[in-house]
Structure formats: structure tokens, C-alpha cells
């Protein structure tokens, strides 16, 4: 299939809220991977008839007419007769680049308003899960957005050992340092690896040890409105779940085990 050979260039189907009014941006991100397949083979081809396109693609001639019909009415494909023919071709390489580049500002457009929805307006919670290696990897940057330069957080370095890994997280704090993001942490005796992350000035980290008793297998982290949930080793995956009630209800949680866990020295 000549889409394999070739990135999908928009493939954008979104939809916006805008107060209580919905506002579909899908019109302007129709094309999609199947209808890039069609134009490149057209390309390829120069001109074609639909069940040629059809035969080119292992797909039925209906569906072949039915998809080039929509591509000639975004003005993506134009059509000719020769007798009894109808041969269909690509609209040059630039008019594509043209097209492409007007659903480029669209999206910019688009923005503010796609941005308002993902981060919610505060009235209901939005819950986003995040799966595997990459998704952990994920929701370790979303923390770094924290807006008061405040993380709390409850970590199992055993597990953030193996996931996201080490390397990944000496990144990481080099980047929340970098912010000047400050971190107050609790972790657990049973579940440290060796004596690194100590609390330090330089690092911008307090760290203290709960009672023996508690052991904190996942990690959780607490900013802006947001908890962040991440698993173990065994089932790495992330959550992010912003609501205000549940962040005060988790910081509250934190600051309870912060004043009976043990104070540790500070380096640096």
C-alpha cells in the first residue's frame, strides 16, 4: 500500500467546546490516512479510472469512486472524460502543500479552544490514562508544570528504578531543577535501592522517611489541581486526575504523613 511508504500528514479529527456551545472542528481535518493513500497513488499513477485506483489499492471500485468523489470536492483530485472514461488525477504536489498549510493555521486557530477543553474549566474532574513505559515517561512531565514550583510526592524508587528507569529519571530531576522546581518527598526504607536522591538544597529536594510500617509500592505525585498516579514495575501505567477536591483532599493526605515521617539531613 502506497500509504506505508509515506507519513500521515494530518490526520487530525477533534472536537471543541466553547462555553455550552459545541463546535466541530472535523470539517476542517478530514483528510484522513486512506484518502492520503488515494491522492499519492494518483500521483503515482498520473491518471486513473476508479477501478483502476481500486485495483492499485485492493479495494472495491465503489469504495475507490466514493472516496475520490470527496477528495474532488475538498478540490484534492480533478476529473476528466475521455469517451466513455473517467480518469481522475491528483491536483499538483504545491496545491497539496497549499492545503496542508491552511489546515495548519486552522489547527493554530483551534488551539486555545482545544487547550481550554483538555485542561478542563475547573466544574467537573477529567481523569487520563496513560499506558505503559512511554506513559509513565509521560506523566513525569506533565508534573513539571506545576505553576506555585511546589511537587509533592510519595515515590518507590525500587519501582521507578525499573520504570521509568534511571537514566530517565536523573533527566528528569535535571529538568525539574532546571524549573526551580522545589520537591518535598516521602519514600519508604523497604523500597529504596541505594543511598542516592537524599534531600540537598542544591537539588531542590526534602526528603523524609515514612514509619516502618507503611510501605508505598506506587508513586503519587500532588500539583497545581492535579494528582498524578503512577504504577508499579509490574503494571506500569500513569494517571493524571485533575480535580480540585481530590488534589486538597490528597494534599491533605501528604501533609499528614510529611509530619510524622523522619527528618533526614540535608546535603549541600
Not at 487530525?12 to 493513500?37: E, N
Not at 474549566?121 to 499506558?131: A, I, L, M
Not at 493524571?240 to 499528614?256: R, V
Amino acid at each position: 500500500m502506497v500509504a506505508k511508504k509515506y507519513p500521515v500528514l494530518f490526520g487530525v479529527k477533534q472536537t471543541t467546546v466553547v462555553g455550552t456551545q459545541k463546535c466541530f472542528a472535523t470539517q476542517h481535518f478530514a483528510f484522513t490516512k486512506r484518502k492520503i493513500s488515494h491522492c499519492l497513488e494518483l500521483l503515482q499513477l498520473g491518471r486513473a479510472t476508479a477501478s483502476e485506483l481500486g485495483v492499485a489499492l485492493n479495494i472495491p471500485r465503489t469504495t475507490a469512486l466514493e472516496i475520490l468523489t470527496q477528495l474532488q470536492a475538498q478540490g484534492l483530485v480533478i476529473s476528466t472524460t475521455s469517451g466513455r472514461k473517467r480518469l481522475f488525477s491528483a491536483t499538483t504536489p504545491q496545491h497539496l502543500e497549499q492545503h496542508f498549510s491552511y489546515k495548519a493555521q486552522v489547527a493554530h486557530s483551534l488551539l486555545p479552544d482545544l487547550l481550554s477543553l483538555f485542561q478542563g474549566d475547573g466544574t467537573k474532574p477529567t481523569v487520563r490514562v496513560f499506558e505503559g513505559l512511554n506513559g509513565v515517561r509521560r506523566v513525569f512531565e506533565e508534573t513539571l508544570h506545576t505553576k506555585n514550583k511546589l511537587l509533592r510526592g510519595v515515590l518507590s524508587m525500587e519501582d521507578l528504578y525499573a520504570v521509568p528507569g534511571k537514566k530517565f529519571m536523573d533527566s528528569y530531576i535535571a529538568k525539574r531543577i532546571a524549573k526551580g522546581i522545589q520537591l518535598q518527598v516521602v519514600r519508604s526504607h523497604t523500597k529504596e535501592v541505594e543511598e542516592i536522591w537524599p534531600s540537598s538544597a542544591q537539588e531542590l529536594r526534602e526528603l523524609r522517611y515514612a514509619p516502618k510500617q507503611y510501605t508505598f509500592p506506587m508513586t503519587i505525585y500532588v500539583f497545581n489541581k492535579t494528582v498524578a498516579l503512577l504504577g508499579t514495575k509490574k503494571e506500569p501505567f500513569g494517571v493524571l486526575i485533575q480535580s480540585e477536591g481530590l488534589a486538597t483532599t490528597m494534599q491533605n493526605f501528604f501533609d499528614l504523613l510529611w509530619s510524622v515521617s523522619q527528618v533526614t539531613k540535608k546535603k549541600g
